[in-house]
C-alpha cells in the first residue's frame, strides 16, 4: 500500500512540520473574527436607520452650512424628510466608481469611508466640524452590513 500524503509529510517534514502544514491547508478559508466585515458574530440588529438618523446624521450631519438647507454640501441633504433617497444607492459625486451608501457593504460605501477617514476618500473625513464617537461610527456601519434597511 503507498503511503499516505500525512505520512509523507511527517516524513518530509517530521511530526511538528507535517501538523503546521495540515493546520495551513486543512482548514479551508481563514475565518472572519466576529468583529470583522462578515464576521460570525453578524452586524448589530438594533443599527437601524431610524437610530443612524436621530443619533448621527441629524446631531452630527443635518446641520446648516453641511448637509442640510438650501444648498447642502456635494448635494447630499441628511434632513431627516430626504436622507435615505439622498444616500441609499446614489453614486458617490466625489468617487463616481462608489455609492454612497452600498447596501450590505461599508467598504463600497463611500459615506462610512468618509466617516472612518480612509485615506482614498477626497477631501476631508465627516464630520468637518466636531467629532463623531467610535460607537457612532459603527453605528452607520452596522447599518450598512444589514444591508441599509429603511427601518
Not at 59 to 65: E, I, N, Y
Not at 87 to 101: F, H, M, T, W
Amino acid at each position: 500500500m503507498a503511503p499516505s500524503i500525512t505520512d509523507m509529510r511527517t516524513v518530509l517534514l517530521g511530526a511538528p512540520g507535517a501538523l503546521a502544514v495540515l493546520a495551513l491547508v486543512g482548514c479551508g478559508q481563514a475565518k472572519k473574527l466576529p468583529f470583522e466585515p462578515g464576521g460570525a458574530g453578524g452586524p448589530d440588529a438594533s443599527a437601524t436607520y431610524t437610530r443612524v438618523q436621530a443619533e448621527v446624521f441629524s446631531v452630527s450631519c443635518a446641520l446648516s452650512g453641511c448637509h442640510a438647507g438650501a444648498a447642502p454640501q456635494a448635494g447630499m441633504d441628511l434632513s431627516a424628510a430626504v436622507a435615505y433617497q439622498n444616500i441609499v444607492g446614489v453614486p458617490s459625486s466625489e468617487r463616481a466608481d462608489l455609492k454612497r451608501i452600498e447596501p450590505g457593504d461599508p467598504d463600497r460605501s463611500y459615506l462610512v469611508k468618509k466617516l472612518r477617514g480612509d485615506p482614498d476618500i477626497s477631501g476631508s473625513p465627516m464630520p468637518l466640524t466636531g467629532t463623531i464617537t467610535a460607537e457612532a461610527r459603527q453605528l452607520v456601519i452596522d447599518w450598512v452590513r444589514r444591508g441599509a434597511p429603511r427601518d
